[in-house]
């Protein structure tokens, strides 16, 4: 059994991970059927030579949430370029990730469905994303359904994404179907508020010749004061 008490709780019941020995533990801990906690964010994170496990599975995504308290994760290195869902989070539930930023230190890079975020939402529910952004590159390697991502990949299971004030600097490229904020929104969810100075390759072009870049599957009156400001990518 794992020790619950290894981590500090503060009064609002969010567990305080404060290094990289304790941030590993809550990733253990959810991954262990602990999957339904709160965590917060005390000190930016460096996880320099540390193998991380994405958190969550599809019998036990996430349903919490994850407050970085406008910390950064530093040094997340994920090569796995054989397996898909690929992130910092490999499955989640009804759940709230705000407030932190995956620094340009690191690095993502997977078959299909790669983030710096999410892998994939298990549902029904709604993911809301708010205040978050990504500096780190975001690889797919396999030409087909890719659907990478700097934040969710495909939402496959009809989720409500509400993505919020986030952005994103980082390159997403490789694979094939990728969309900055969500590979595939399945056209349920809204951008309100993101921006992007990142480069992406391999999204969708539209008729009248300009990009899908922000997310593949989303109409654009879902698109709220959301905007590509990469050239390239028009």
Request: hydrophobic share 35%; proline share 2%.
């Amino acid at each position: 059994a794992m020790d619950l008490n290894y981590l500090k709780k503060d009064t609002d019941g969010f567990y305080m991970g404060e290094n990289a020995s304790e941030l590993v533990f809550v990733g253990a801990l959810i991954n262990a059927g602990y999957n339904e906690i709160d965590v917060k964010l005390m000190s930016d994170i460096d996880l320099d030579g540390i193998t991380w496990t994405p958190m969550g599975s599809s019998s036990l995504p996430f349903r919490g949430t994850f407050d970085g308290q406008f910390h950064r994760i530093k040094n997340l290195v994920l090569s796995r370029p054989t397996k898909t869902r690929t992130a910092f989070f490999a499955y989640v539930g009804e759940s709230t990730i705000k407030n932190l930023i995956m620094d340009k230190s690191c690095y993502f890079e997977g078959s299909t469905k790669t983030a710096a975020f999410v892998g994939a939402c298990q549902g029904p529910g709604t993911l809301t994303i708010e205040r978050c952004g990504n500096e780190a590159e975001v690889v797919g390697n396999t030409a087909s359904n890719g659907n990478n991502a700097a934040f969710v990949t495909c939402n496959a299971d009809n989720f409500f994404l509400d993505i919020r004030y986030c952005w994103n600097t980082g390159t997403i490229r490789g694979g094939n179907e990728n969309g900055i904020f969500s590979g595939w929104f399945n056209n349920t969810g809204q951008l309100v508020g993101c921006w992007n100075t990142g480069t992406i390759t391999e999204y969708e072009i539209n008729q009248d010749g300009t990009g899908k870049s922000l997310g593949r599957g989303l109409d654009a009156y879902k698109m709220v004061r959301s905007y590509d400001l990469n050239e390239e990518n028009m």
